[in-house]
């Protein structure tokens, strides 16, 4: 069988974090396998906890807002699972599966509509454009973890 995700290092990439409530209720496999399902590669993983200094950098478009100090705090609540996905418009479509940033409007079916619960606690993290998922891998990977 062909060795799926590897050597198609031009191939679209996005940054997922499985954050504290996925990780607490154990639905890290749940979630992975909608990705997976979609036709999406699993190209780096690794669990860690997010220091207060790097959750500054990754929500730096909202760290003037009045609810990062709680988001903070949440995300940095206990180890959370990143990693990077691989496939052909990855990163509209784990978006898409994802559903909105409020759990209470996303729609039955995507990920924060089943399986989150509110704004702040919704599951998963995803990239939002080639250009931050760029960054954001580099935020989280050296080149040498990605089996891309
Ligand atoms: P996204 O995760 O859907 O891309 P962003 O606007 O990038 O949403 O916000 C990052 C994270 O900040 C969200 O996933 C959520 O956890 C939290 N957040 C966003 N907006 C709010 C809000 O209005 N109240 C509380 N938490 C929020
Ligand atoms: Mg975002």
Redesign the pocket.
Same mark, same amino acid.
């Given at each position: 069988m062909p060795a799926r995700g590897i050597l198609r290092g031009d191939m679209e990439k996005t940054l997922i974090i499985l954050?504290p409530d996925c990780m607490e209720k154990r639905l890290a496999g749940v979630v992975l396998d909608r990705f997976q399902k979609a036709g999406f590669d699993i190209v780096a993983a690794k669990l860690t906890r997010l220091a207060p200094g790097l959750l500054a950098e990754h929500?730096a478009?909202?760290a003037d #807002?009045?609810?990062?100090p709680?988001?903070a705090q949440?995300?940095g609540s206990r180890p959370v699972l990143v990693a990077v996905l691989q496939g052909e418009g990855v990163i509209a479509k784990v #978006?898409e599966l994802?559903g909105?940033? *409020?759990s209470k409007k996303a729609p039955k079916g995507t990920i #924060?509509g089943d399986f989150g619960t *509110?704004?702040?606690?919704?599951v998963?993290?995803?990239s939002?454009s080639p250009e931050s998922a760029v960054a954001e891998i580099a935020r989280f990977f050296l080149p040498s973890e990605l089996f891309a």
């Open positions: 954050k929500y478009h909202i #807002r009045p609810f990062f709680p988001l949440f995300m #978006r994802l909105p940033t *409020d #924060r *509110d704004v702040t606690v919704n998963c993290h995803a939002d």
